[in-house]
């Protein structure tokens, strides 16, 4: 596990708690009320709110994800309604009434009974059951993905909120050495060992690291309001360090799921309807006959009789074809759709593991390279100034240095967090018992 700094880690309260005496004016600095830190954030308990609990918060409360849901509860019904036969017809006709002499009334009236039933034919109710289908699981994989893009926000959320209290620390720590500095020079030109020009200088450094601090604070509470509105929460959790750590191999090993993962399983599912849809065109094309059978009854001597009949469409000038052709070129749209999903996931895949990659050497270097030398640079500067070896400026410029490489790990570390959020969207590494052979095949 990474280290910050030399220093190990422990969960942090919303509003960042400090680290206890990192300096010996550390306490100094809080009595003197340089650093004040709100109440609250010292009061918050409990354990921290891992990446899963706060996906868990968003998928119970983001209204998107129950649309999803609806979505595919509405194809559901729509596969059920596609099983459905035809509905037979009951004909009720009387005639021969009404008129005059023998017709008069209804004593010569002849009254039919007749029930009709259409026949579908070419498949048509197998091949709408099946387009049926089809949709359905377009539907269930549209929710899986909707419910990635969703973690994938969460995930970046998280991770922001986590870089913005790194942030906090650093302006924290650079505020603490301002504050340390400015003591030492007040003192050396007291004693007339630095002009008053030094004095100045320090102060104003004191000023800014104050303001960089409170921009800091400012930048924390919004990144840490925004993943709260995933939930409609507070902001009152406590967060992990888990920002500081890098994985074991500087990844979380994503492996693109069998079949490509949901985005290109979207695709084939869009193809497979395709599909459907042409065979359901096709037994479009078959006229369907209509049979029925009734009883006649005659009203003049109570006799009764049955009557059978078949009625059959003439197909002269409607058989379907321009809706065949449709069906068929949206076929072929979307299957040359499924291949440049396929090539786009693939170069998509492969540059983000580069990011990846690229980002994991970048923190790993500036661990090794960088802030260990310039911590040691910034302890010489301060050793050197007291003994009058280097100037006010010195130790200064060593500070700053330090503060930008802590700040450019944070970026680093930022970079990769988000490039693996990417990486999991693309891999479906959340999808949480979603995924089914049905749903990524």
Known sequence: MFTRFGRAHRPRSAAFVRRPHRTPFAASAIALGVLTFSASAFAQTGAPLTLEEALQRAADADPRLRAAEAGVEAAEAGARQARARPNPVLDLEVENFGGSDSLRGFDGAESTFRLSQPLERGGRRDARAALADRELSAAEVDALIRRLDVFEEVQRAYFEALAADELVEIATERLETAVELQRSVDRRVAAARDPLMAGARAAAGTAEARIALDAARRD?????ATLASFWNGDE?????????????????GHEQPEGGGPD?????????????????????????????????????????????????????????SGGIARARAEERRADFNAQAARLRIQREAAALERHLSSAAASVTAMDRDVILQAERALALARDGYNQGAFSYLDVLEAQRALSASRAARIEALRTFHNTEAALDRLTARFADGVRSEEILP
Not at 220 to 224: E, F, G, H, M
Not at 236 to 252: I, R
Not at 300 to 319: C, K, Q, Y
């Open 236 to 252: 009152g959790f406590v967060l992990s360090d888990v920002f500081l750590e890098l994985p074991a191999g500087a990844t979380h």
């Open 264 to 320: 290109l399983a979207r695709a084939d599912a869009e193809r497979q309807r395709a599909a459907a849809a042409v065979r359901l065109e096709r037994s479009r094309g078959f006229l369907d006959p209509v049979l029925s059978l009734g009883v006649r009854r005659f009203e003049r001597d109570g006799e009764t009789g049955l009557v059978a009949g078949m009625s059959i469409p003439l197909g002269i000038f409607d058989r379907n």
């Open 220 to 224: 924390a509470a919004t990144a840490r």
